[in-house]
């Protein structure tokens, strides 16, 4: 059983670190300014549509990521292996998180202003979820009897602050 948890962060770490690699490497896209007509209206709505699944992907992580901080605060209710399933639970959300981030890297010099602004803002906490994720994935498959120790937890608190700031940057505007 615990060789197969084990198995399972391994292929997570791969997950995210080849979802991490490709969206780091994703140069912006080419030309400038925001394009005219029907064209960009399309363009942007389609970002706001992927801002949006940014978004609940963001909320699902901070929700996981809650749930590892409170087994950390009943250290003796739980064990790795709980800490394990949470992160098998969070890869989808965060590789999402991911291919949607690199997908709007790649349309981000052809939106408008405003929304250019808020993919700047979101690639850096999106980095910096999935640099995390992987650390604690990291940490949890050499250190499964310490996972209530302030290193590990510091981790937990970490994935849930990058999920809210991401949340908070691409939540819908309210006119």
Same mark, same amino acid.
């Given at each position: 059983?615990?060789?197969?948890?084990?198995?399972?962060?391994?292929?997570?770490?791969?997950?995210?670190?080849?979802?991490?690699?490709?969206?780091?490497?994703?140069?912006?896209?080419?030309?400038?300014?925001?394009?005219?007509?029907?064209?960009?209206?399309?363009?942007?709505?389609?970002?706001?549509?992927?801002?949006?699944?940014?978004?609940?992907?963001?909320? &699902?992580?901070?929700?996981?990521?809650?749930?590892?901080?409170?087994?950390?605060?009943?250290?003796?209710?739980?064990?790795?292996?709980?800490?394990?399933?949470?992160?098998?639970?969070?890869?989808?959300?965060?590789?999402?998180?991911?291919?949607?981030?690199?997908?709007?890297?790649?349309?981000?010099?052809?939106?408008?202003?405003?929304?250019? &602004?808020?993919?700047?803002?979101?690639?850096?906490?999106?980095?910096?979820?999935?640099?995390?994720?992987?650390? &604690?994935?990291?940490?949890?498959?050499?250190?499964?009897?310490?996972?209530?120790?302030?290193?590990?937890?510091?981790?937990?608190?970490?994935?849930?602050?990058?999920?809210?700031?991401?949340?908070?940057?691409?939540?819908?505007?309210?006119?």
């Amino acid at each position: 059983m615990k060789s197969s948890l084990v198995m399972k962060a391994a292929g997570l770490i791969a997950a995210i670190g080849l979802a991490s690699t490709a969206f780091a490497a994703a140069p912006p896209a080419r030309g400038g300014g925001s394009p005219s007509g029907d064209l960009g209206a399309n363009l942007s709505q389609k970002a706001s549509g992927l801002l949006a699944e940014v978004h609940q992907d963001a909320l &699902a992580v901070r929700d996981l990521a809650g749930t590892l901080e409170g087994y950390n605060r009943e250290p003796f209710t739980t064990d790795w292996r709980d800490d394990a399933s949470t992160f098998d639970r969070m890869r989808p959300q965060i590789d999402e998180i991911d291919r949607v981030v690199y997908e709007l890297r790649s349309m981000e010099k052809n939106l408008p202003p405003a929304q250019q &602004a808020e993919v700047n803002q979101v690639v850096p906490a999106t980095l910096e979820l999935t640099n995390t994720a992987q650390t &604690a994935i990291d940490y949890l498959k050499d250190n499964q009897d310490r996972t209530m120790f302030p290193q590990f937890t510091s981790y937990a608190d970490e994935l849930y602050t990058e999920a809210v700031r991401i949340a908070q940057t691409t939540a819908p505007s309210r006119p």
